[in-house]
């Protein structure tokens, strides 16, 4: 036949040969069109509204490039799929179009409906309007010719409270239970030594409602300085490490913490009763002792550890303590004199090793923690705001003590371990931070910087100006904190080694030291060491649970500031970000984000320019906002499908024309309407 004539097919090679073809991620617009976005030559290519009813916005495809006369642009036509954006199993919600079961996928970056089968194992409870699922891409339009979803299985229904978090959860295939417990946990450790340490008057600190207590604490001053004794929880003393337990722990690696409710790693049995701390309860701990001088200097090469058996003296509560210590209120904390004299000595090292990090390491501005409060059936009540007080400190530094003395001694002795890391600067990105900073008359050479004293000196006087922006500057150019089987440095924290042991009822890496450091103590085998597989599961983990964190926060906040919108609020805020065609902005009262569009932000777009590189806003070259700066804003509309939620200034500089909000919603619900 014509078509297989070797001479055709040698030209049609030819021709494909000589198209020019790219690989990049499909970006739909609102307006039909989208474009192809190329990371290797950083380049946006046209794609038309026919081509794009081919495409969902986060397709990976490879696409020819032609050149559109017309428009003098190049326009890309796809040719072939790389990757769906939609994965091997996403979330829905179930919607009928003229009678059809079609679904909409949980993601915001996907607009519309597609056709679904019902492919679940038990079909006996209809799927309603609004329901969530679990489904599969069967068929990709670009490379079937048109959609087709499969649904697997029902998650929720529309009227559930805890949508949020069973939905967050799932959509990042996490668990959304605890393990399940078996009919009795045996102690495991006869060959371990447990010292007697009951009558050591050791107090756990924490929040009224925390049941996985992990770490208790006792202080004895010297003329030295303090001899500090941190008791932790000890889970290894049940979990064989062969065990299906703590295959699953390995597996988890984490406790999800989600606003209001946690996902515990290791059954409730053990987390929150065998192995918690519990007041006047006998408990197994691993215990360290670690000496720390009059200056805040921990003696690294003196730290010693204890397998033992504690019991907490008291189960003492962040904001009474606090309040014992900062205004002498006894109404909820009256200490009997032991716990009295504990307290004191924990408070006085807690302010020598604050000055000791401060003044001579790196030092951060701390934020509000917000607390999510939750009503009985599961919905959001309201949230809290609460402040680093005194009682948090205290802990902090215990902790942070302990994990440096935990570092050092896996370093020196087995040199390995679950190690966490910092390398400072982005190492390519030094010689413009010793721009910045001699902008701010900080004088330094890309080598100190490259140092952990010259990282920890820049870091301290950023701290010290009174305006944030040179703070908020610096953490854009530094690197992401990470786990390593080996010791490195931690430069935000200006140690040489940091390995974490303090939480091992909510990480798996803790209960990895615990071994470790047992293994040392008692000079016996050593037990599995860690490898390269378990900090890949760990560190994904620790990247999916943060994910589900930040879903569950976007989905309460949304439903919670929905009444704002019409109240017209006025919100404090503080400048986060600035980004292309916006800017970020932090809320004091409820520590939610709001983005604040170009187009709401002033009406004479033309003299506004955002620089997301410096973190400024200038009108007519003069700046106006800068990172860290207080802005009012208010909310103007929430999506709750997308859990998004948009804003404009409340106030703006004198000179800087405002848009007027209500005629700019209602030219976008128009547009919105015709699309």
């Known amino acids: 036949m014509l078509f297989d004539d070797p001479a055709l097919q040698a030209l049609k090679k030819g ?12 970006r739909a617009t609102d307006r039909g069109f989208g474009f192809l976005e190329v990371a290797q030559d950083k380049n946006s290519y046209f794609i038309p509204p026919q081509e794009m009813k081919k495409l969902m916005n986060g397709d990976r495809i490879v696409a020819v490039i032609t050149e559109d006369k017309e428009r003098g642009k190049s326009q890309a036509a796809p040719e072939s799929l790389v990757d769906s954006a939609l994965k091997e199993k996403f979330v829905a919600r179930v919607t009928y ?3 059809k079961l079609n679904i909409n996928p949980d993601n915001p970056g996907i607009k519309l409906s597609y056709l679904a089968d019902d492919y679940r194992k038990d079909k006996s409870k209809k799927l309603n309007e609004g329901d969530w699922v679990m489904c599969s891409l069967k068929k990709h339009a670009l490379k079937d010719g048109h959609f087709r979803v499969a649904i697997v299985e029902e998650i929720t229904d529309s009227s559930d409270p805890t949508t949020p978090w069973v939905v967050s959860l799932r959509a990042l295939d996490l668990p959304t239970e605890s393990p399940l417990s078996t009919d009795e946990f045996k102690f495991l450790e006869e060959n371990f030594p447990r010292e007697d340490m009951t009558n050591v008057p050791f107090v756990t600190i924490d929040s009224e409602k925390t049941e996985d207590m992990d770490d208790a604490l006792y202080i004895e001053r010297n003329e030295n300085g303090f001899k500090l004794f941190v008791a932790i929880a000890d889970p290894t003393g049940y979990i064989d490490e062969n065990s299906a337990l703590d295959e699953e722990a390995s597996k988890r690696a984490f406790s999800i913490y989600l606003p209001g409710r946690n996902i515990p790693m290791l059954p409730r049995e053990l987390a929150d009763n065998l192995c918690s701390l519990r007041m006047n309860e006998n408990r197994p701990a691993l215990v360290g002792i670690i000496d720390i001088d009059n200056e805040g200097n921990i003696d690294t090469d003196n730290v010693e550890f204890k397998i033992a058996l504690v019991k907490s003296h008291g189960k003492l509560v962040y ?3 606090s309040d014992y ?17 504990v307290i004191e000595d924990l408070v006085a090292m807690t302010k020598v090793r604050d ?3 401060t003044t001579k390491l790196a030092s951060f501005r701390t934020r509000p923690d917000y607390e999510f409060v939750l009503t009985e059936d599961g919905a959001l009540d309201h949230i809290e705001v609460n402040y680093r007080r005194i009682a948090n400190q205290i802990v902090e530094e215990c902790m942070i003590a302990a994990n440096v003395a935990c570092g050092s001694f896996l370093a020196k002795n087995l040199n390995t371990g679950i190690f966490n890391t910092h390398a400072g600067f982005i190492k390519e990105e030094l010689g413009d931070v010793v721009e910045l900073l001699g902008k701010f008359n900080f004088t330094t050479t890309e080598e100190e910087l490259s140092k952990i004293e010259g990282f920890c000196a820049a870091r ?9 922006y040179l703070d908020n500057m610096l953490r854009k150019y530094q690197e992401y904190s990470q786990m390593l089987i080996n010791p ?19 990480k798996y890496g803790d209960m990895i030291n615990h071994r470790l450091i047992k293994s040392v103590i008692c000079d016996q085998e050593h037990p599995r060491m860690p490898d390269e597989n378990t900090l890949a599961v760990m560190n994904l983990a620790r990247r999916t649970n943060r994910m589900a964190e930040r879903g569950v926060r976007d989905w309460l906040y949304a439903d919670y500031l929905a009444p704002d919108v019409e109240n017209k609020t006025v919100f404090d805020g503080e400048l986060f970000d600035v980004v292309r065609g916006g800017i970020r902005v932090s809320l004091v009262a409820n520590g939610a984000f709001i983005f604040v569009p170009m187009s709401l932000f002033s009406s004479d777009r033309d003299n506004i320019d955002f620089n997301s590189a410096e973190g400024r806003i200038t009108f007519k070259g003069e700046e106006i906002f800068c990172l860290g700066d207080p802005i009012k804003v208010r909310i103007v509309s929430i999506d709750k499908a997308n859990r ?18 209500e005629e700019a919603m209602l030219k976008r619900r128009e547009a919105n309407n015709r699309r």
């Open 355 to 357: 000055n000791y990090r």
């Open 325 to 341: 210590i900062e205004n002498g209120d006894t109404t909820n904390f009256n200490p009997n004199e032991t716990i009295k004299r």
């Open 644 to 661: 998004s939620i948009v804003g404009a200034p409340a106030e703006l500089p004198e000179g800087v024309p405002a848009v007027n909000i």
């Open 488 to 506: 490195a440095p931690h430069y935000a924290l200006g140690v040489e080694t940091y390995a974490t042991w303090t939480s091992p009822i909510r």
């Open 97 to 99: 179009i003229n009678g």
């Open 15 to 26: 021709f494909d040969a000589e198209k020019i073809k790219k690989e990049g991620i499909v």
């Open 319 to 321: 904001n009474y303590v």
């Open 460 to 468: 301290r006087y950023a701290n010290s100006l009174e305006k944030t």
